[in-house]
């Protein structure tokens, strides 16, 4: 029998490659994880972690202006951004520690440096002039930004990465994209009081989201005073003595300072040697697996980002558990990828799950659609005209909620807890049989007793 230096490496210390190389090790396995450079990962390193201390830096200026309203009289707010940001890595750093210090405590060995397949069982780590054979193999390398890189100019844009550690807080911004990413960081940077313009190819933002929520998130972050050009895309990017020249295929052109792309992520794969291992790729440049997270080489498993499925955290990470239960434990297991529930932390923030209102006509025939737009109170009470929209997507064959939408304050908070009855198939009596928590903002969620379309018809009639 062949005996390997470990029964299982992994590829990547992100979300997904940690959580596998800890509950591997847990288990009593022999686990090595190579990181080429810090562990946590997109999550922890440059994305949704330091992405959510952004946007609670940038919503106390609005913060600011409700609490004047309420009375209060703030003398001189200004903002420092070296002192956030460097505040900002000093939490990501003791985050990272304790990644580390978790992978270590379960047994797992930290390799640092970048990690390239020989064959289906030995793996190089150059750096460290190591080579050593697995029984499994687990690739958790995640994604890295895209851009246009032959669009003229494009080397004098940024990306998400680095907008993580400007070195000063620029005065105008310009983002291009209309994804979870260009709508998060256009309200980051808009609330810091950079000018901040937004530009997308599209009809509206946030494709693939409920109609009704892309356009009244348009409308929300306008007020805000963030400014959307949509049905537009860049020509050319051109460096001039006071900043850089944004020249869109509109003719339009905008200078600012900072010229920051969102417009995708791409799977990390690039130098891995996944064909010296016989691993596929599929047509979108992403590992192909099958329902377990197996490549077509069968002691080679991926998860997460690199396999481009469902590209959110909390998915890498039950892939992970999926693969650990599959792999090592001997109960086949498969991750449900319905009804995901996801957040986008704009501001105003949105959370949603299950289908919008286009999909399930599409799905099911005929629903029926609850819809409220409100000021919340809070706001109400300073005269803020920002509204909440709540949306809910009711099967009318049996009542079943099969969506929910939401853009508002605490939305994300709120669609963990929608997430469960949409999960459990709760029907829309079965909302409403809860009682309201009052006074807030989710009792609309059980109050909505009207349906939109019909409310619509008669008021026109
Ligand atoms: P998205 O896929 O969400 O958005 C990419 C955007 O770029 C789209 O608006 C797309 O337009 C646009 N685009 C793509 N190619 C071009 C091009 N050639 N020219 C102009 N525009 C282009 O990617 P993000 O980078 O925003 O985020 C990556 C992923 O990371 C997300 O899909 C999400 O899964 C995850 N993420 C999750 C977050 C969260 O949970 N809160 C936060 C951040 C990221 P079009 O729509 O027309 O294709």
């Given at each position: 029998?062949?005996?390997?230096d470990y029964d299982l490496f992994v590829i990547g210390a992100g979300s997904g490659g940690v959580r596998a190389a800890r509950l591997a090790a847990l288990?009593?396995k022999r686990v090595a994880v190579a990181e080429e450079y810090r562990v946590g990962g997109t999550c922890v390193i440059r994305g949704c972690v330091p992405?959510?201390?952004?946007?609670?830096?940038?919503?106390?200026?609005?913060?600011?202006?409700?609490?004047?309203?309420?009375?209060?009289?703030?003398?001189?707010?200004?903002?420092?951004?070296?002192?956030?940001?460097?505040?900002?890595d000093?939490e990501i750093a003791r985050l990272s520690g304790l990644y580390v210090a978790n992978l270590t405590k379960a047994g797992a060995d930290l390799i640092h440096g970048r990690a390239v397949l020989k064959?289906?069982?030995t793996i190089e780590i150059p750096d460290k002039n190591l080579t050593v054979t697995a029984?499994q193999i687990l690739i958790a390398t995640g994604g890295r930004p895209?851009?246009?890189?032959?669009?003229?100019?494009?080397?004098?844009?940024?990306?998400?990465e680095?907008?993580f550690h400007?070195?000063?807080?620029?005065?105008?911004?310009?983002?291009?994209?209309?994804?979870?990413?260009?709508?998060?960081?256009?309200?980051?940077?808009?609330?810091?009081?950079?000018?901040?313009?937004?530009?997308?190819?599209?009809?509206?933002?946030?494709?693939?989201?409920?109609?009704?929520?892309?356009?009244?998130?348009?409308?929300?972050?306008?007020?805000?005073?963030?400014?959307?050009?949509?049905?537009?895309?860049?020509?050319?990017?051109?460096?001039?003595?006071?900043?850089?020249?944004?020249?869109?295929?509109?003719?339009?052109?905008?200078?600012?300072?900072?010229?920051?792309?969102?417009?995708?992520r791409i799977p990390h794969v690039k130098g891995l040697g996944l064909?010296?291992a016989?691993v596929?790729?599929?047509?979108?440049?992403?590992i192909?697996?099958?329902?377990?997270s197996?490549?077509?080489?069968?002691?080679i498993w991926a998860v997460g980002d690199v396999t481009?499925?469902?590209n959110?955290t909390?998915?890498a990470i039950?892939e992970a558990v999926?693969f650990v239960?599959?792999?090592?434990?001997?109960?086949?297991?498969?991750?449900?990828?319905?009804?995901?529930?996801?957040?986008?932390?704009?501001?105003?923030?949105?959370?949603?799950?299950?289908?919008?209102?286009?999909?399930?006509?599409?799905?099911?025939?005929?629903?029926?659609?609850?819809?409220?737009?409100?000021?919340?109170?809070?706001?109400?009470?300073?005269?803020?005209?920002?509204?909440?929209?709540?949306?809910?997507?009711?099967?009318?064959?049996?009542?079943?909620?099969?969506?929910?939408?939401?853009?508002?304050?605490?939305?994300?908070?709120?669609?963990?807890?929608?997430?469960?009855?949409?999960?459990?198939?709760?029907?829309?009596?079965?909302?409403?049989?809860?009682?309201?928590?009052?006074?807030?903002?989710?009792?609309?969620?059980?109050?909505?007793?009207?349906?939109?379309?019909?409310?619509?018809?008669?008021?026109?009639?």
């Open positions: 029998m062949t005996t390997y288990d009593g992405k959510k201390f952004m946007v609670y830096a940038s919503d106390f200026a609005h913060e600011f202006e409700v609490a004047k309203g309420y009375g209060w009289t703030i003398e001189k707010a200004s903002f420092d951004w070296p002192a956030f940001i460097h505040a900002k000093v064959d289906a069982h029984e895209w851009i246009p890189e032959t669009l003229p100019g494009a080397e004098y844009a940024i990306t998400s680095e907008a400007l070195p000063e807080l620029p005065r105008r911004i310009l983002i291009a994209g209309g994804g979870y990413i260009a709508v998060e960081f256009a309200g980051i940077f808009a609330g810091l009081g950079v000018e901040t313009t937004l530009i997308y190819r599209g009809p509206n933002i946030l494709r693939g989201f409920d109609d009704d929520v892309r356009s009244h998130l348009a409308d929300q972050i306008q007020r805000r005073g963030i400014q959307v050009i949509l049905g537009c895309e860049h020509e050319a990017i051109e460096k001039t003595s006071t900043g850089l020249l944004n020249k869109l295929k509109t003719g339009m052109e905008i200078e600012t300072d900072v010229v920051m792309f969102a417009t995708g064909e010296a016989g596929e790729l599929n047509e979108r440049g992403a192909k697996v099958d329902d377990y197996r490549t077509g080489v069968e002691n481009d499925r469902v959110l909390p998915v039950r999926a239960e599959t792999a090592f434990k001997n109960n086949p297991s498969r991750v449900d990828y319905a009804d995901i529930p996801t957040a986008v932390f704009s501001q105003p923030p949105v959370g949603v799950v299950g289908l919008t209102e286009h999909d399930a006509r599409q799905k099911y025939g005929k629903v029926d659609v609850y819809m409220s737009r409100f000021r919340p109170m809070r706001f109400a009470f300073v005269g803020v005209e920002e509204r909440t929209l709540m949306k809910l997507i009711v099967r009318a064959e049996d009542g079943v909620v099969v969506g929910c939408h939401i853009v508002g304050p605490d939305a994300p908070e709120m669609i963990q807890l929608a997430g469960i009855a949409v999960k459990a198939g709760l029907t829309k009596v079965q909302w409403d049989a809860t009682c309201a928590v009052h006074p807030t903002a989710a009792e609309e969620l059980v109050t909505m007793r009207e349906k939109y379309v019909e409310t619509q018809l008669t008021a026109a009639e």
